[in-house]
């Protein structure tokens, strides 16, 4: 089951997809799609972030 710091991480990383794709499409601000690449790399680093402490805490 999910607890709320799962779907914080959850959703943090969600964000950062959701930037990066309107980044490289345009979609808010002018496209950009360097900047996109960097954003979309830090989904799997707040994931990964998010799987360290929670297995640090024992797996709660």
Do not use: E, H, T
Not at 21 to 39: E, R, T, Y
């Amino acid at each position: 089951m999910l607890n709320r710091s799962d779907l914080l991480i959850l959703g943090a990383a969600f964000v950062s997809f959701l930037f990066s794709i309107s980044l490289w499409f345009g979609f808010v601000v002018a496209m950009d799609k360097q900047a996109g690449i960097f954003v979309g790399v830090w989904v799997p680093s707040i994931l990964a972030l998010g799987n360290y402490f929670k297995l640090k805490s024992g797996g709660r």
